[in-house]
């Protein structure tokens, strides 16, 4: 499995096509979601980001981001700054 540094995630930001998250230290696909176009979603929060802090006030469950596709895992010690 593919470990992504919080550099790397970042090229994958969106408006390459190529959208990925982190959450609890996986990283997540979220590219062929309607709700993460352009790497936005809900104005709030982008894509290249670890959204572990972010989902915490979310109006809706974490868990909908393991219906994506995990394409890796963010390095160990870069789960948060």
């Known amino acids: 499995m593919k470990i992504f540094s919080r ?14 998250v982190a959450y609890r230290g996986k990283v ?3 590219s062929k979601s ?4 352009k790497g936005a979603h809900q ?3 982008r894509a290249g980001q670890d959204l ?6 979310a109006p809706h ?4 981001l ?13 789960k948060r700054k």
């Open 7 to 20: 550099e790397e995630l970042k090229k994958y930001e969106g408006t390459n096509g190529t959208s990925y």
């Open 28 to 30: 997540y696909d979220v």
């Open 34 to 37: 309607f709700q993460w176009k």
């Open 43 to 45: 104005v709030i929060h």
């Open 52 to 57: 572990t802090d972010a989902l915490k006030d």
């Open 61 to 64: 469950i974490p868990d909908l």
């Open 66 to 78: 393991f219906k994506f596709p995990v394409v890796g895992k963010l390095a160990e010690g870069e």
